[in-house]
């Protein structure tokens, strides 16, 4: 059997001391960054693995970062969470940690949850999704001086004890969405988004009404909310344009919605003005890979960015440091439907 691989072997062949491996690994952002890759490239090229259990004995860390997972959905903005997921889980390796999954339905059993991990599995942190108005979760890790950052604003006043969080500027990309319909000759252009109080569905119509105003539109009656589901975003397209023919673009707030507007602006009804049909223009939010496949235009989200800079964040509320917020902006990609 092969000699095991030791820190040692790889800080000889990286041309660094021990305690720089350790750190590329445990503590990336205080090593250089052409460095840590030099490091990270030895660690793979020897097979090296970190001993859990003695860094574990080391530093009073388990190396675990727990994360909620949830429900596919309709598989469409499913995918958006698998693609944050997939980032967070090669950003957390490369720093030296594991993911910790688990599933919850609520606020009350993922706080549940917490409790469990916590006696079971000793995470070093968390990292939250779904953020919303007056987050329960957010003050009972507070409350406790846990670890934890958010992919979400805390869209709620803010606390009087601030967490780091990461986000993707929704309202930036809903107005760069219209400016660019706007900007193709639309005038009369809609959005169907969620039932209001959701911090992201709020924020996504907010920069599609600020588009329209800053053009001297008035959005009065354009807008519909509804569930995100692609029934639903069909029958809100066809509430909206059967009592307006003049509409010849529609904004969504996800890819999900956009897909039932498709089905209304490319199944014209002979009751309607079917000549408005081959003018309408559809845009989602998420640019999922269906987007892609159909010839949607949707709006980017940075996911893969964002997932890095959680940890990058995480890594310094580990080690009490003071907290930061970073608001990420997200690209428009054009294709066929606008």
């Known amino acids: 059997m092969a000699d095991k691989v030791t820190i040692a072997d790889v800080a000889r062949i990286a041309g660094v001391s021990r305690q720089t491996v350790s750190n590329a ?36 860390r388990s190396g675990l970062i727990a994360i909620r ?9 499913g995918s958006v969470f698998d693609r944050f997921l997939h980032g967070l889980t090669e950003s957390a390796a490369e720093a030296g940690y594991r993911l910790l999954l688990y599933t919850a339905g609520d606020d009350d059993k ?9 006696g079971a599995h000793e995470p070093d942190a968390f990292v939250l999704t779904s953020t919303h108005h007056k987050d329960p979760r957010t003050s009972w ?13 805390p869209w709620s006043e803010l606390p009087e004890v601030p967490h ?4 993707v500027d929704g309202s930036a990309g809903t107005e760069a969405a219209t400016e660019h319909l706007l900007a193709t000759g639309h005038r009369r252009i809609a959005f169907l988004g969620w039932p209001s109080g959701s911090g992201v569905g709020d924020d996504r119509r907010e920069g599609w009404r600020r588009a329209l105003a800053g053009a001297g539109l008035d959005p ?10 692609i029934a639903d975003g069909e029958a809100a ?48 939010f998420d640019d999922t890979p269906v987007a892609k496949a159909i010839g949607l235009t949707s709006v980017h ?16 509320a580990l080690e009490r440091t003071p907290p930061g917020t970073i608001l990420l902006p997200p690209s428009l990609v054009v294709r066929q439907s606008a």
């Open 141 to 153: 890790l507070l409350d406790r001086k846990l670890p934890f950052v958010t992919f979400g604003r």
């Open 164 to 167: 780091p969080w990461v986000d």
């Open 301 to 316: 989200q940075p996911l893969t960015e964002a997932a890095a800079r959680c940890m990058q964040l995480l890594s310094r």
């Open 25 to 60: 690994l445990n503590s990336p952002e205080v090593v250089r960054p052409e460095t840590r890759q030099r490091v990270l490239e030895v660690v793979e090229e020897l097979g090296y693995r970190v001993n859990l259990a003695a860094r574990q004995m080391r530093t009073g």
């Open 237 to 284: 397209a066809r509430d909206l344009i059967s009592g307006d023919p003049d509409i010849t673009a529609l904004v969504c707030a996800s890819d999900s919605l956009a897909l039932g507007a498709l089905q209304v602006a490319r199944s014209p009804n002979p009751a309607w003005h079917a000549e408005a049909y081959r003018r309408i223009a559809v845009v989602g």
């Open 220 to 229: 009065t009656g354009l807008s519909r909310a509804t569930s995100d589901a």
């Open 69 to 77: 997972i949830d429900p596919a959905g309709d598989g469409i903005n």
């Open 110 to 118: 993922e706080i549940a949850a917490f409790e469990d991990l916590l």
